[in-house]
C-alpha cells in the first residue's frame, strides 16, 4: 500500500474532519457527560459504514474495523472526548455554544482526527491483513479516567489488541510536524487533601489558640522537601499546592485550613514511598504544633511508558510518511495521562501533534480560554494514524 494513497485519502476527507472538529468544538460537553458527543461520534461511524459499534463505560465506544485474516493481529487506536470546565474567549464561527464548557485540550482534535482515519482506514480494509479497534473514551480530564473505566467495561477484548497508539495535540510544535518519545514520557499524577484543624479566635490574642494558618505554612515549607531532599535526583518529580483556603479575617485566625495540591513521578516505588513520607512530615508537624490533620493522598493516573519497540517503528513510519525533518524528539513531560492506563495492559505509542501557527497568532497554551490549532494539523493527523495503524498491524 502506497503512502501516496493514504495522503490522497487524507487530503480527501480533510474538510470533513474540520467540520467534524467544529462541530465537537461547538458542542463540549464535561467528562462523564459526553452523551451528546458519543451519539454523535456513532452516528459519523455508522455513515462511514462501520457496522461493528458498542457503548462502553456509558459514554465509550469501541468499534472494529475488520480487514483481511481479521484475527490474525489487532492494534487499537484511541481518542478521548471530553472538554474541560472553562469559558472560551476566542471569537471565532465555531466557539462553544456550551456556557462554561471548552475543548481547550484538543480532545475535539482527537476524536474527529480519529474519524477521519477510520473512514480511511475502512476504504482500505481489503489491502491490510488484522483488525483495527478503535477506542473513543469519556473522562480523561478527570480521576479515576475514563480509560480505566473502559478497560474495567473489557474494552480491550474480544479482540484483544497487542498494542495501542494515541496522539495528543502540542501547541509548543508547529503545525505540519509530530513529536515522539520512547520508553518514560509522561509523570503518575496524586491529588493531596489536606484539612489542618486548630483552635481559631482573634488574631490579637494567638496565645489562647493553635493557629492552623502557622502549622499550614510550616507543613507546605517542610513537604516542598520531600523533592529535594528525599528524592533521588535521577527520578523526575513535583509537588505543587495550587490551593490555600484559610477563611479568617486580618484580625480573625480560622479554626482550620485547607489545602489542595498535586503529586508527580516518573517512578512507582517512590510514588509509594513519598505518598507515606508526605503524610508522615504533615502528621508530625501538626502533632508537634497542637493541632490535628486530615491528609487524603488520592491517587490519579499512573506515568506513562512508551514502549520502545513500537515507538521505533512509529518514529520510523512517521518519517516515511511526514519526512525526516518533521519528526521531532519530546522530553519528559510532567503532566498526566490516562492513555497510561493501556499501557499498563498492553505495549503503547502516544505521540504529540503539532498545533502552533506564530503567524495565524495561535499559540496558547492547553487548558487556556483562548486556545486553538491550525486546522492544517488535521490534514496531518488522519492520515498519519492510519498508516502507523497499517504498519503496526505488519510488525
Known amino acids: 500500500m502506497s503512502i501516496q494513497k493514504i495522503k490522497d485519502l487524507a487530503a480527501a476527507y480533510k474538510e470533513e474532519v474540520i467540520a467534524n472538529r467544529r462541530h465537537l468544538h461547538q458542542h463540549p460537553e464535561l467528562s462523564f457527560e459526553e452523551h451528546q458527543?458519543?451519539?454523535?461520534?456513532?452516528?459519523?461511524?455508522?455513515?462511514?459504514?462501520?457496522?461493528?459499534?458498542?457503548?462502553?463505560?456509558?459514554?465509550?465506544?469501541?468499534?472494529?474495523?475488520?480487514?483481511?485474516?481479521?484475527?490474525?493481529?489487532?492494534?487499537?487506536?484511541?481518542?478521548?472526548?471530553?472538554?474541560?470546565?472553562?469559558?472560551?474567549?476566542?471569537?471565532?464561527?465555531?466557539?462553544s455554544k456550551n456556557q462554561g464548557v471548552m475543548h481547550a485540550c484538543g480532545h475535539d482534535v482527537h476524536t474527529s482526527s480519529l474519524l477521519g482515519s477510520s473512514k480511511i482506514l475502512h476504504e482500505l480494509r481489503n489491502e491490510f491483513e488484522g483488525t483495527i479497534k478503535l477506542i473513543f473514551q469519556p473522562g480523561e480530564e478527570r480521576v479515576p479516567g475514563g480509560a480505566?473505566?473502559?478497560?474495567?467495561?473489557?474494552?480491550?477484548?474480544?479482540?484483544?489488541?497487542?498494542?495501542?497508539?494515541?496522539?495528543?495535540?502540542?501547541?509548543?510544535?508547529?503545525?505540519?510536524?509530530?513529536?515522539?518519545?520512547?520508553?518514560?514520557?509522561?509523570?503518575?499524577?496524586?491529588?493531596?487533601?489536606?484539612?489542618?484543624?486548630?483552635?481559631?479566635?482573634?488574631?490579637?490574642?494567638?496565645?489562647?489558640?493553635?493557629?492552623?494558618?502557622?502549622?499550614?505554612?510550616?507543613?507546605?515549607?517542610?513537604?516542598?522537601?520531600?523533592?529535594?531532599?528525599?528524592?533521588?535526583?535521577?527520578?523526575?518529580?513535583?509537588?505543587?499546592?495550587?490551593?490555600?483556603?484559610?477563611?479568617?479575617?486580618t484580625n480573625v485566625i480560622p479554626n482550620e485550613v485547607k489545602v489542595e495540591g498535586t503529586f508527580r513521578t516518573l517512578d512507582e516505588d517512590w510514588r509509594q514511598k513519598a505518598h507515606e513520607i508526605m503524610v508522615k512530615i504533615a502528621k508530625g508537624?501538626?502533632?508537634?504544633?497542637?493541632?490535628?490533620?486530615?491528609?487524603?493522598?488520592?491517587?490519579?493516573?499512573?506515568?506513562?511508558?512508551?514502549?520502545?519497540?513500537?515507538?521505533?517503528?512509529?518514529?520510523?513510519?512517521?518519517?516515511?510518511?511526514?519526512?525526516?525533518?518533521?519528526?521531532?524528539?519530546?522530553?519528559?513531560?510532567?503532566?498526566?495521562?490516562?492513555?497510561?492506563?493501556?499501557?499498563?495492559e498492553m505495549d503503547g505509542c502516544f505521540y504529540r501533534l503539532g498545533t502552533r501557527n506564530e503567524e495565524k497568532g495561535i499559540i496558547s497554551g492547553v487548558h487556556t480560554p483562548t486556545f486553538d490549532i491550525d486546522e492544517n494539523a488535521l490534514g496531518i493527523s488522519t492520515g498519519l494514524m492510519a498508516y502507523l495503524a497499517i504498519q503496526a498491524l505488519k510488525e
Open 285 to 344: 508537624i501538626a502533632e508537634g504544633m497542637g493541632a490535628e490533620i486530615d491528609f487524603e493522598v488520592r491517587k490519579g493516573y499512573p506515568f506513562l511508558k512508551n514502549d520502545p519497540l513500537l515507538t521505533a517503528n512509529s518514529i520510523s513510519a512517521a518519517k516515511d510518511y511526514l519526512g525526516e525533518e518533521n519528526v521531532v524528539d519530546l522530553d519528559i513531560w510532567m503532566a498526566a495521562e490516562d492513555f497510561s492506563y493501556y499501557t499498563q
Open 37 to 95: 458527543t458519543a451519539s454523535y461520534v456513532e452516528g459519523q461511524l455508522r455513515k462511514i459504514g462501520i457496522s461493528d459499534v458498542e457503548r462502553k463505560a456509558e459514554t465509550g465506544i469501541v468499534a472494529l474495523i475488520r480487514g483481511k485474516n481479521p484475527e490474525k493481529k489487532t492494534i487499537a487506536l484511541r481518542a478521548d472526548m471530553d472538554a474541560l470546565p472553562i469559558q472560551e474567549t476566542n471569537e471565532v464561527p465555531y466557539k
Open 148 to 249: 480505566s473505566l473502559m478497560i474495567k467495561d473489557k474494552a480491550l477484548e474480544n479482540p484483544k489488541p497487542t498494542a495501542i497508539i494515541g496522539q495528543h495535540v502540542m501547541p509548543l510544535i508547529p503545525a505540519g510536524k509530530v513529536g515522539f518519545r520512547p520508553g518514560m514520557y509522561m509523570a503518575s499524577a496524586d491529588e493531596l487533601y489536606l484539612t489542618i484543624k486548630g483552635k481559631g479566635g482573634h488574631g490579637a490574642m494567638p496565645e489562647t489558640l493553635v493557629d492552623p494558618v502557622l502549622v499550614t505554612s510550616h507543613i507546605i515549607v517542610a513537604l516542598q522537601q520531600v523533592v529535594s531532599r528525599r528524592a533521588s535526583p535521577k527520578i523526575p518529580s513535583v509537588l505543587s499546592f495550587g490551593k490555600v483556603i484559610a477563611d479568617g479575617a
